[in-house]
């Protein structure tokens, strides 16, 4: 029994207070980070996610979040089956969600296991904002919701990934336009700070990594106006049958590592890196 006590001691904490259960759906709660909380609409087992107090090796502040992805890790809603759509996933959506107004500032920090595997051709997004309300079409012959920007892990690198949009509302043309972030390897073990803004108003996007400027865009993030957007983050594999398609249809296991997951009005109000004043979130 002591030997037991002494091994617990020696180990990061798991923060379950922070972490509830309501109505078959988990709950993160979160202060000082512009959102109120963030759910998994779907599902995930034990190894899927952990909430860790780890000062020493959490971002800022106390606390950060691990995530596991593991061959056939895939759940469902009332509407969406990832099983029945050759998809992959555990992951929180943030509430409330953003208005499609003045500027829309997103941040947070990321870490990848030292053994992560890079999945292309299947895509690893890494955050993402969605959209509530928004067009629709297909995507490899799948019905497809697509979202605005996803950060993905692909062909050795972290991309911002925005999805230009044209068609028509129920039949949207999606496009996507990558802009390289940061190669992956320098990404294993070590956090990286990622920042965005999606400026509705003077019809502009700007990325920044680890305080650096990397993407400018000069358009509209949008061309078909939803109702809303939101923030997701976890780990979220989509067509998953390319990459097993060359590797004896088997996918690895990825762990990646949150903390600080904010958003803002303003680059001031998600980036550590340009406002050192910021405090954790926790």
Not at 72 to 93: L, P, Q
Not at 172 to 178: A, G, L, N, P, T
């Amino acid at each position: 029994m002591k030997t037991l006590l002494i091994l617990l001691l020696l180990v990061p904490t798991l923060a379950m207070s922070k972490v509830y259960k309501k109505d078959g759906k988990f709950f993160i709660k979160t202060s000082k980070s512009g959102f109120k909380y963030h759910k998994n609409f779907m599902d995930h087992k034990d190894h899927n996610f952990q909430y860790i107090k780890d000062k020493k090796k959490a971002r800022a502040g106390k606390y950060y979040q691990r995530f596991e992805l593991r061959d056939g890790d895939c759940f469902g809603d009332e509407s969406w089956s990832d099983c029945d759509t050759d998809r992959e996933r555990v992951e929180f959506s943030t509430r409330p969600r953003q208005p499609i107004t003045k500027n829309q500032c997103y941040g947070y920090s990321l870490m990848l296991s030292k053994d992560f595997i890079d999945t292309h051709p299947t895509s690893t997004t890494l955050g993402q904002v969605h959209q509530h309300g928004g067009p629709t079409g297909t995507a490899g012959g799948l019905a497809s919701f697509p979202p605005l920007i996803q950060i993905d892990a692909r062909s050795g690198s972290l991309f911002f990934n925005w999805h230009e949009l044209s068609g028509s509302a129920t039949n949207v043309k999606d496009e996507s336009r990558y802009h390289k972030l940061k190669p992956l390897k320098d990404m294993k073990g070590v956090w990286t700070d990622i920042s965005f803004c999606l400026d509705f108003k003077n019809k502009r996007m700007d990325a920044w990594v680890d305080g650096i400027k990397k993407v400018e865009i000069l358009k509209s993030p949008i061309f078909f106006k939803p109702e809303a957007i939101y923030f997701k983050h976890g780990i979220y594999r989509s067509f998953i049958s390319k990459y097993k398609a060359r590797n004896n249809g088997k996918m690895p296991t990825q762990i990646v590592f949150y903390d600080e997951i904010r958003r803002g009005n303003s680059i001031e109000k998600v980036d550590i890196n340009i406002n050192p004043k910021l405090k954790p979130v926790d």
